[in-house]
């Protein structure tokens, strides 16, 4: 499956996206920098938007973003956050509540494309 990186600050929704990751087969390590992430250690990189989305985006977007493709996830209310990802060109930006639900799916779908 899948090497993934992944940075979710939140301990308790980390340590549920983690669980889901690893039972679906993906190999996960939690980053604490979004713009460290080395391209050649992971296939894909998870991001939280929940919080200082603006400064995450920039951080992923002077590092590894071109080389790696991205799933983020957001609050549903801030439908701004989802603009900037997408427009920073991030592969996939979806609802915290749908990461919650699909994130295993999710990651499989970006990692086979």
């Keep these: 499956m899948?090497?993934?990186?992944?940075?979710?600050?939140?301990?308790?929704?980390?340590?549920?996206?983690?669980t889901s990751l690893a039972a679906a087969g993906h190999d996960v390590a939690l980053?604490?920098?979004p713009g460290e992430v080395d391209p050649g250690g992971a296939d894909?990189?998870?991001l939280d938007l929940t919080a200082d989305a603006e400064a995450r985006i920039?951080?992923?977007?002077r590092g590894a973003l071109g080389e790696l493709p991205t799933l983020a996830f957001y609050s549903h209310?801030?439908?701004e956050v989802r603009a900037l990802a997408e427009q920073a060109g991030f592969a996939l930006v979806v609802p915290r509540s749908r990461m919650a639900r699909e994130g295993a799916a999710l990651v499989a779908r970006l990692v086979a494309e």
């Design 2 to 18: 899948a090497r993934v990186a992944a940075f979710v600050p939140d301990l308790l929704f980390g340590s549920s996206v983690v």
């Design 31 to 33: 980053v604490s920098d």
């Design 44 to 46: 894909l990189l998870v």
């Design 58 to 61: 920039e951080a992923v977007k």
């Design 77 to 79: 209310v801030e439908l």
